[in-house]
C-alpha cells in the first residue's frame, strides 16, 4: 500500500501567516489522485482538496493544495483562528486508500 | 443538503457481533459508491470498506476482511456495517463516508461519527 509522511507534525503560527503542510506519498500518485481534509477539534474531517488542486464547495481561496508524484503541499495563505485543525492527506489512486498521520495546526 | 447519520455504535464484548447504520438524505444513493471510514481514539483515519453504487459484495481494508460486512439498501436510503468477532482494535469512531463519484476513492461527505468501544 502507498505510505504518506505529513510534515511537520505541528505548526504553531500566528494569525496572518502562511501555512505550508506537505505530504510525501512511498511511491507515485498517478492522476495527482490526492486530497487533502481538515478535521477540527471534536467534529468529523471534511473535504478541502481533491485531484491535488480542485478546491471543495465553499472551501475559502486561502485554502490551496500543489503537487504531483510523490510531494503534495497544502498550502494556508492567511491562517485564521478558524483554520485551527489536523489536517490529512490521503491518496485514492491505489487500494487500499490511505491516509497520512495528519499535521495539527495551531494558533501562536 | 447532503446528510449522513450513524447509529448502533455502543459498548460490545470482544468476540461478539455489532451493527451500525447510516441514513442517508439530500442525495440519490444508488448514484454513489458509499465508505465506512474508522478513527481509534487520538489517533488518525482509516478506511474499513466500501459500497459500490449497485451493492454486491464490497470491498475491504485486510484489517476487517472476513469480519466485517459492508451493505446498503437504495430504496431505503441506508447503508450498514456489521461488525463480527469484534477485536479491541476495531475501538473507533465509524464515519459512514460518502465517495466523491461512483468509486472516485475519495471522500466529499462525512456524517458526524458512531463510537464503538470493544471492551469486556
Known amino acids: 500500500e502507498i505510505v504518506l509522511t505529513q510534515s511537520p507534525g505541528t505548526l504553531s503560527l500566528s494569525p496572518g501567516e502562511r501555512a505550508t503542510l506537505s505530504c510525501r506519498a512511498s511511491q507515485s500518485v498517478a492522476y495527482s489522485y490526492l486530497a487533502w481534509y481538515q478535521q477540527k477539534p471534536g467534529r468529523a474531517p471534511s473535504l478541502l482538496i481533491s485531484?491535488?488542486?480542485k478546491r471543495a464547495t465553499g472551501v475559502p481561496d486561502r485554502f490551496s493544495g500543489s503537487g504531483s508524484g510523490t510531494d503534495f503541499t497544502l498550502t494556508i495563505s492567511r491562517l485564521e483562528p478558524e483554520d485551527v485543525a489536523v489536517y490529512y492527506c490521503q491518496q485514492y489512486n491505489k487500494s487500499p486508500p490511505t491516509f497520512g498521520q495528519g499535521t495539527k495546526v495551531e494558533i501562536k | 443538503q447532503v446528510q449522513l447519520v450513524e447509529s448502533g455504535g455502543g459498548v460490545v464484548q470482544p468476540g461478539r457481533s455489532l451493527r451500525l447504520s447510516c441514513a442517508t438524505s439530500g442525495f440519490t444513493l444508488s448514484r454513489f459508491g458509499m465508505h465506512w471510514v474508522r478513527q481509534a481514539p487520538g489517533k488518525g483515519l482509516e478506511w474499513v470498506a466500501v459500497s459500490w453504487k449497485t451493492g454486491g459484495d464490497g470491498s475491504y481494508a485486510d484489517s476487517v476482511k472476513g469480519r466485517f460486512t459492508i451493505a446498503r439498501d437504495n430504496s431505503n436510503n441506508t447503508l450498514s456495517l456489521q461488525m463480527d468477532s469484534v477485536r479491541a482494535e476495531d475501538t473507533a469512531v465509524y464515519y459512514c463516508?460518502?465517495?466523491?463519484?461512483?468509486?472516485?476513492?475519495?471522500?466529499?461527505?462525512w456524517g458526524q461519527g458512531s463510537l464503538v468501544t470493544v471492551s469486556s
Open positions: 485531484g491535488a488542486s
Open positions: 463516508v460518502r465517495d466523491g463519484g461512483s468509486s472516485e476513492f475519495y471522500f466529499d461527505y
